[in-house]
């Protein structure tokens, strides 16, 4: 089995998703998707994670709407439609903002971003959609109840074969939202690949790999083809932004091959991470 995680740039518009859709029909053994939520379409477009931050904020004090809910519906209305899905995603958003006041905390508000998204692309994949807070537990000090969730991601797997998951959140004990560090989708799908002893955890982005140097600063930046774990946390510490430092751990543990692929050429060989170089 592969553990498949999608990045915000691969779930910006419909066009990227119809790759996402290639890439998950190729092979059959990639059952479980991971997603985050739509991210930008080109550089002067906004996050649905940013401008949930910011809906938060206007939610806590009082601020007047000024327009920022609409975004982030038409966002997904837009895919919707695009990709002609039998879905009213709209009526699913309106009715979480109704239900918002001051107190409704800013992880309830920002992991909606991966909620809506994982609800859309489940219907066009035709995958169950399994929400994360009914899957992953924490405890009250952060950090995940490893043997609980790892029988509920089994179960669900068992129960429904393929599923798509919304990244960067789970739920505590008593079930309020526990949101993870930004970027936090690909550690996520590293805890679901672990759980599952999946062959490989397919890391999709919009790279072919992690680079010694900035591909976009350097000109014939190459993509390192092989990495070990520990190679691959010092790199993120030192500022590698393709991977979450904190994904490493869970698939180290548990022996998980690491695929840092890119959405955009599915066929390049990606970075694989391991413990140790071939
Ligand atoms: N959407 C969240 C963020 O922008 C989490 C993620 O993409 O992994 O940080």
Redesign the pocket.
Known sequence: MIVTKF??SSLASATQLQKVKNIITANPERQVVVV??P?KRDSSDY????LLYTLRSQFKYGIPDDGIREMIIKRYVTIKEELNLDIDIEKEINEFFASCSKKTNTATVVSR??YFSARLVAKFLGFAFVDAADILTFNFDGKIDYEKSKQAVIEAVDKYGNIVVP??YGAYPDGDIHL?S?????VTGAWLAAFLDADVYENWTDVSGTYTCDPRITKNARPIPDITYKEMREMAYLGAGVF?EEAIAPARQAGITINIKNTKAPSDRGTFINSVRD
């Open positions: 990045g915000g985050s939520a991210g996050k649905i994670t940013d971003g991966e990244g960067f993870l930004r970027g936090g989708s690909d979450h």
